[in-house]
Each structure stands twice: as C-alpha cells, then as structure tokens.
C-alpha cells in the first residue's frame, strides 16, 4: 500500500490549498481515510477523516467549517480543502488508511504517506 500525499505550499492567512492524497495497492472501498498535522515541537494531531465506502466524515473542532474532506473513487485520491487558513494551521499535513471505520488516533491507522509541509503566514 502507497499513500502519496501533496498539493502543501505557503499561502497567506485567510487563503486556501487543497491537499491530495493518491492510495495505491489495494482497493481501499473499505477502509478509512485520515488526515493528520505535526506542526514544529507538537505531537501529531487529527485533522479529518472519512470514510471511504461511505462518505461520512469527522472533523477536529479547530479546523471544522474551514476543511473539508472528499473522495474521488475513480482517481483512489481523497482530497483535503483547507479554506480560511490561519497561521496556526502551518504544519506538515499526513495521509493515513486503516481497513475500517474511521478513527481518529493517529496509532488506529495502519498506512501513511510522506508528509506536506503546509505553512501559512500572517
């Protein structure tokens, strides 16, 4: 199993960037998809998940009404939306998969991919 996560980059507070992560080697119809963040000095945190077969999605209070998660079954790619960034949101942002329902402890998840470095400044 290959998660290939981008799309990070520097954008402004209050901008967007939208984060891909391509999954390859299995059929992931039902498995989880999760999207994590380790900014500098912190420990890994959730950010989002859903689920695959489903749709259903879960969101860390911080980043709830500002990302959204999606899925494009054709493409095997899950997508990251962060809108209305904020300088707090900077960190290096991780795709993981675990065989199902979605969770939100990083040590539930079983795949990861390399990081992004996404950095938003003020």
């Known amino acids: 199993v290959q998660l290939q996560a981008s799309g990070g980059g520097l954008v402004q507070a209050g901008g967007s960037l939208r984060l891909s992560c391509v999954a390859s080697?299995?059929?992931?119809?039902?498995?989880?998809m999760g999207w994590f963040r380790q900014a500098l000095g912190k420990e890994r945190e959730f950010v989002g998940a859903?689920?695959?077969?489903?749709?259903?999605?879960d969101y860390a209070d911080s980043v709830k009404g500002r990302f959204t998660i999606s899925r494009d079954a054709a493409k095997n790619t899950v997508y990251l939306q962060m809108n209305s960034l904020k300088p707090e949101d900077t960190a290096v942002y991780y795709c993981?998969?675990?065989?199902?329902?979605?969770?939100?402890?990083?040590?539930?998840?079983?795949?990861w991919g390399q990081g992004t470095q996404v950095t938003v400044s003020s």
């Open positions: 080697g299995r059929t992931f119809s039902s498995y989880a």
């Open positions: 993981a998969a675990r065989p199902g329902r979605l969770r939100v402890g990083n040590y539930e998840y079983t795949y």
């Open positions: 859903i689920s695959w077969m489903s749709g259903t999605t």
